[in-house]
């Protein structure tokens, strides 16, 4: 049996052939699904779509040659739109695929998610026990799909739902299959310089504007979850052979510092496998920080000293705020100060690790003097790079709700290409208009006297045409392969 698994990009794809800049850009729980049916003896073949990908081309000579009888896409909210003309192509091609919708939006968003048409199905929380029952529904030609857990399923005939239980999270992430990255190779512009390799699942931390807290809810079960470290590297061995060019890993968990114990013994595991190897491979990793790591300046320095010894180069860390009331009572981030931050990430510098910090502005509730603490901090701590953005209230999240009751924003229905590069809240003492401006401008307030006003020049163009995909793309394009400007270039964060 064919199957057909579809990720969307909205906007920061590379070009309409090739939307994927590299082969870490690839989405980990779609690629898990579709090497799930792959493993299960079914022709799977893997499309990623944006919105100016001609889907008469790209999906309509696949259906007619190869009449597929199931679909599978992933969707956070602001995808949705996208999602709902593939669908549509879809069932106007072939009503008789069945069409099956995963991922936050339909998790965290059911009721709205099933009303469309073009969907006979959605899987709420983890779809790879679903999957396979679902294929195995089909394949048979059962009269009608039901009774499967993690799926609401829609009647064909009477549009009635039939709402079956949900699983507890799925634990034994080493039976997990190692994830078939060719499905993505015509996708992607370089697929030979760095890969991501998932190393847990879950979130201990609440922080209300993260689909976590929301997904943690679901059903019962452990929430955070990792792979032993031997399944981890026994995936880098077949990532390697597959790609023997690879140099770079992402480490993908929500924070390596969950379990500060754990984190230790996998640094050893890769520092161990990485001695063995003739070319040494470097890694990047997120980390949370809080006060319970940040007050103890031994455990601090035994962090780093692993770190090094595994040859993580990059830390990733959500300061999100420099305002620690933002922080404690809008946000709910773990708890730590300024100082704690700036001190880890010096003392990080020392050890040879690079800082990446995630920062927001306009978050609800927030002031232009809240982002100006915001900035202080940034420019005290000077990382390799910020990735920066405007807050966008996902639907189902605390602080959606939170920017509801405030009257921030209106309804449901959010506009998407304004996500994370234009305010859509309305809040009078920080204005839309104020927002964008404070956007912008971080660069240069960030990093004056720093960085070259040239460099500094580039990143404020590139957020202003963020909004605009089309513009935007050929200006990445431009600073991306200009020698002239090859200072910019960077393996992990090109513009």
């Known amino acids: 049996m064919n199957i057909g698994c579809i990720y969307t990009l909205t906007k920061d794809y590379a070009k309409v052939s090739k939307p994927l800049s590299k082969l870490s850009d690839i989405h980990l729980g779609i690629s898990i699904i579709a090497t799930i049916l792959k493993n299960s003896n079914y022709d799977v073949n893997l499309f990623v779509i944006c919105p100016d990908t001609p889907l008469e081309t790209t999906l309509g000579n696949y259906i007619r040659t190869r009449q597929p009888k199931l679909f599978c896409l992933t969707a956070i909210s602001s995808q949705i739109h996208l999602i709902e003309k593939i669908a549509r192509f879809v069932k106007k091609t072939d009503p008789n695929i069945f069409t099956v919708l995963g991922g936050c939006h339909a998790s965290l968003a059911p009721d709205e998610a099933i009303q469309s048409p073009y969907l006979d199905a959605i899987c709420i929380g983890e779809g790879e026990v679903a999957i396979k029952e679902l294929a195995s529904q089909i394949e048979e030609k059962e009269e009608k799909i039901t009774g499967i857990s993690n799926l609401w399923i829609k009647d064909k005939n009477t549009g009635l739902v039939e709402k079956n239980n949900l699983i507890p999270f799925y634990q034994e992430l080493e039976n997990l299959p190692y994830i078939d990255r060719t499905l993505w190779d015509s996708w992607i512009e370089n697929r030979q310089d760095e890969v991501s390799i998932l190393v847990g699942r879950g979130c201990p931390y609440k922080c209300t504007y ?72 470097s890694f990047s990793v997120n980390l949370t920080v809080h006060s319970n790591l940040m007050r103890n300046k031994e455990k601090i320095i035994q962090f780093l000293d692993f770190c090094r010894k595994a040859n993580v180069i990059r830390l990733r860390i959500g300061l999100e705020s420099g305002s620690e009331k933002i922080r404690r009572e809008v946000l709910r981030r773990p708890k730590y100060t300024n100082k704690e931050l700036i001190e880890f990430s010096l003392l990080a510098k020392d050890f040879g690790i690079e800082i990446i910090l995630f920062v927001m502005v306009g978050i609800a509730g927030e002031t232009p003097k809240d982002f100006s603490e915001t900035i202080q901090v940034v420019r005290k701590i000077q990382p390799g790079y910020v990735y920066l953005a405007i807050f966008y209230p996902y639907f189902g999240t605390d602080l959606y709700n939170f920017s509801k009751k405030r009257g921030y924003i209106s309804g449901f229905e959010l506009p998407i290409k304004a996500e994370r590069s234009k305010s859509i809240l309305k809040m009078p003492a920080f ?65």
């Open 431 to 495: 204005s839309k208009r104020r927002i964008r401006l404070e956007y912008l401008l971080f660069w240069y307030k960030a990093f004056k006297g720093v960085w070259p006003f040239y460099r500094i020049l580039s990143y404020m163009i590139y957020a202003y045409l963020k909004p605009y995909p089309k513009i935007n793309r050929v200006y990445r394009d431009f600073i991306n392969k200009s020698k002239a400007l090859s200072y910019l270039k960077d393996k992990e964060h090109q513009i």
């Open 210 to 281: 993260c689909a976590n807290h929301a997904l943690s809810r679901l059903t019962n079960g452990k929430y955070v979850r990792y792979r032993t470290s031997d399944d981890v590297i026994g995936e880098i061995e077949y990532v390697c052979k597959q790609y023997p060019k690879i140099k770079h890993i992402n480490l993908e968990i929500e924070t390596i510092g969950a379990s500060i114990v754990k984190a230790l013994d996998f640094f050893q595991a890769i520092a161990e496998y990485n001695c063995k190897r003739q070319d040494k491979l």
